[in-house]
């Protein structure tokens, strides 16, 4: 008894690494998710790591076009979208139980179809500092038909990502009480929301972390690197591709 | 080893020396006295009892040496979680530096390492501290490898993963006797049930306490299991498993007592509350005499906290808004002492536990 449950641990081990290397060895055969080059822009050196030399690079990304940041409301995800995605927004926000009501909704595991904005942009007009391009445009429960409905895998990732809902009263950033409470869905996040960089496209990126952590970023910086993200049949990223970006040696302009 | 046969030598030597202490209280107040014949007779039955039971055992046969045996417990847990952090910090340090097809094999190879470590010690005969200790961290090395796994290929969490690492600390428990790493396991096999339940309705299966009731199944069941299955009673794993499944029952409820809208289902947060502090109760409530009824003191105490904490979460939300809040807690204080006073009563019933 006691070796057969040793020996099941020894297999759950075993087992669960093969598991997982065969299953990621098929996925990343087949690129549906979309494969793109990505920049600084997008993909961000980590501020601070201790010690460690395992680097992962953070993915900046915005909840919709002209959003500021991911605190911005995202349009395109309305009370429709919200119920394609599994939401019950049946109650009106000025219920007066509407906000429980919201507030025992789930957050939602979705697939996200990011979109990398302005691809010739980045070459005709290099000075929009290191604002990304890559913006959240749809979401959806079936990846195959988010796929149909956006099918350049160049230009469309298709990733998982949290959405939740968000019962408001009051204005997200001043805090004033709004006319009417409403109700928002949000991006609670994309997944995953980092990325590892494996030998040895980390070496390439080791002696900027450094420097970055020797010197402050200046203003209007250009990205200096590129690295080619593939997001594989499960939808899961991974890196295949880094290099330097060539830098012009032109003073900074103030966005 | 055998750890149960250890674990009954070494409370056996207690009782001995718990004998030997009132003896000698019994014949200082002329209660009970010995002839010299029998003194001496008790004295070497005792003597070659207690040699007997530390060269087949390693028990600690003196009070001292239990005592040193809990500073280098201390010591040794310090060192342990000393080696746990130098290994981490050493891989995070070197990580970058290392061949990418190495990364799964160092990850696969640290907590095969440590079951060998575990079945070495057994077969060394070891104490049970340490070998609980070399236990836990395989299984947290299991748990720290896993999620490194997911990091290093980017993977999305999985509700699988729970049942991963509840199986194999569950087996690592059972394997050697080893009840934390198998109250580990517990917990973690509770926690997939509560993230299939998760993922099945759309959710994100790391926001268990999202809709806790899917926990309450599989902590019924582990409660449940040394009744059904009396293979779930070896090595005094009935306790494990009772205490596991009464705190994988306890902790949701408390969260559906507190927020009654995270209710799968379909009245309002206000009922869901309500019904769930009475269910909090009861369940509190029921583990306290169910402990009373097995001798079980662990799980009477840990009953007697889970109906305290339901107890006050109820009062709260009948008293609170009204009452003065002096008088609140007044009451709340008069209440504890009113269930102080009947423990008390019923502690002289509480059945002696015969040991396992």
Partial sequence: ????????????????HTWTHVAVSRNRGDASGGQVELTERELRLPGESGESTALFLEFEWVPGAGA??????????????????????????????????????????????????NQAGELTHPNQGMRTRLVAVDAGRNPVRLREKFPDPTRHLLSRGLVRLVFRD?????????????????????????????????????????????????????????????????????????????????????? | MDLSARRQAQQRVDRIHAFQGELSDLEREHGLELTPEQRAGLEEHHRRLLAELTARFDVDATASGKRIAWGMRVASLLGGAAFCAALVLFLHRIWGALPAFTHPLILAAIPLLLLAGVELGFRRGIQPYFLTLLGTTACGAFLVELNALGSVFNLVPSPHVFLAWGSFSVLVGYAYGLRMPLAAGLLLLCAYAAALGVSAQGGFCSNLLDRPEWFLPAAALCYAAPSLHG???????????????????????????????????????????????????????????????????????LGA????????????????????????????????????HLFRRLRPGLPRRTPP
């Fill in chain 1, 170 to 255: 009051r204005a997200e950033r001043t805090g004033e009480p709004l006319a009417q409470p409403r109700v928002e869905g949000r991006i609670a996040a994309v997944l995953p929301g980092q990325i590892f960089v494996p030998p040895p496209h980390n070496q390439v990126l080791a002696g900027l972390l450094r420097r970055d952590r020797a010197e402050r970023d200046p203003p209007g910086r250009e990205p200096r690197y590129a690295v080619t993200v593939s997001w594989d049949a499960d939808y899961q990223p991974w890196i295949s591709g880094l290099r330097l970006l060539p830098q012009t040696n032109r003073e900074p302009t103030a966005r």
């Fill in chain 1, 68 to 117: 500021r940041d991911r605190l911005d409301a995202v349009p395109w995800l309305n009370s429709a979208k919200l119920g394609e995605l599994g939401f019950n927004c049946s109650v009106p926000a000025t219920q007066p139980d509407a906000r429980d009501f919201y507030r025992a909704q789930m957050t939602a595991l979705v697939f996200l179809v990011l979109e990398l904005e």
């Fill in chain 2, 305 to 340: 906290l889970a109906f305290v904490v339901f107890l006050y979460v109820k009062l709260h939300a009948w008293w609170w808004a009204w009452m003065p809040k002096y008088l609140f807690f007044l009451s709340i204080g008069l209440i504890l002492l009113l269930l102080f």
């Fill in chain 2, 231 to 301: 293979g779930c009673n070896r090595h005094d794993f009935g306790f494990v498993f009772r205490g596991c499944g009464a705190i994988a029952a306890l902790v949701p409820l408390l969260v559906l007592a507190l927020s009654g809208y995270h209710s799968l289902l379909p009245w309002s947060g206000r009922t869901m509350e309500m019904i769930y502090q009475l269910a909090g109760l009861g369940v509190s409530a029921g583990v306290i005499f169910h402990g009373f009824r097995l001798g079980r003191s662990g799980l009477v105490n």
């Fill in chain 1, 1 to 16: 008894m006691k070796r057969l449950a040793v020996l099941s641990a020894a297999a759950v081990v075993v087992a669960t």
